[in-house]
């Protein structure tokens, strides 16, 4: 069965300093990863996807995130945070079973950026 | 929130009763999800759908019931059945094609008291 782990309940980082939020996953075959944004009370906002190719992905409002096989990783990174970046991060993972494709999102990530 | 509503925002019920959320999408998309989330926990499956009139249980179906008589309308149920309905609920839909992300509506936050 697929599955995905946050380490981290909580990252904080200071304004303009880089961010990281940690993703590691497990499935049997070759993963789709995903990072959705949840601001307070609204639905999942869409940042990135792997499916394939460059294991540098890049994204919405400056993320990218760093797809690494041999250590099943797949972590979203910033180069310098803003205090709108504050929210809660989710990693997903999508893998086709029985011809159903599913997905499985980890705990969440809440980012705290201080100003 | 890309084309999905959920309604309404916030739902209150009394234990016993049975109530039913929307989700409505004009993205025409195939694909449609019913999630889950409580704190800490993050978002788990209830039902999801591939195609209209037909449907998938998910991780955590006991005491939900989903339709799915038209593409653009998912409408969830909790049920008296299911011990502790109280959470936000988070509808999502995605196109046919696999390498595509999902879509989220804004969620539902029911209160059973």
């Known amino acids: 069965a697929q599955s995905v782990a946050q380490p981290e309940d909580q990252v904080n980082v200071a304004e303009g300093n880089p961010l990281t939020v940690k993703c590691t996953y497990s499935?049997?075959?070759?993963?789709?990863l995903f990072w959705y944004v949840q601001y307070p009370n609204r639905g999942l906002q869409f940042l990135l996807k792997y499916i394939t190719g460059d294991n540098l992905v890049k994204g919405s409002y400056g993320f990218e995130a760093e797809f690494n096989k041999s250590q099943t990783s797949f972590h979203l990174k910033k180069p310098s945070a803003l205090v709108s970046d504050s929210a809660l991060y989710f990693c997903?993972?999508?893998?086709?079973?029985?011809?159903?494709?599913?997905?499985?999102f980890g705990t969440g990530t809440k980012l705290q950026v201080i100003p | 929130d890309g084309g999905i509503t959920q309604s309404p925002k916030y739902l209150f019920r009394k234990e016993g009763q049975n109530v039913t959320l929307s989700c409505e999408q004009n993205?025409?998309?195939?694909?449609m999800y019913w999630y889950r989330q409580d704190p800490g926990q993050g978002l788990r499956l209830i039902y999801y759908s591939q195609i209209v009139n037909d449907f998938q249980k998910g991780d955590i179906a006991e005491g939900y019931s989903v339709s799915r008589e038209k593409k653009e309308s998912f409408p969830l149920t909790v049920t008296s059945a299911q011990k502790n309905p109280t959470a936000f609920y988070l509808c999502?839909?995605?196109?046919?094609?696999?390498?595509?992300?999902?879509?989220f509506g804004p969620g539902t936050r029911l209160t059973v008291t």
């Open positions: 997903a993972v999508r893998e086709t079973s029985g011809g159903y494709q599913k997905v499985t």
């Open positions: 499935v049997s075959g070759n993963p789709y």
């Open positions: 993205l025409n998309h195939d694909a």
């Open positions: 999502a839909s995605r196109p046919r094609e696999s390498s595509y992300e999902q879509y």
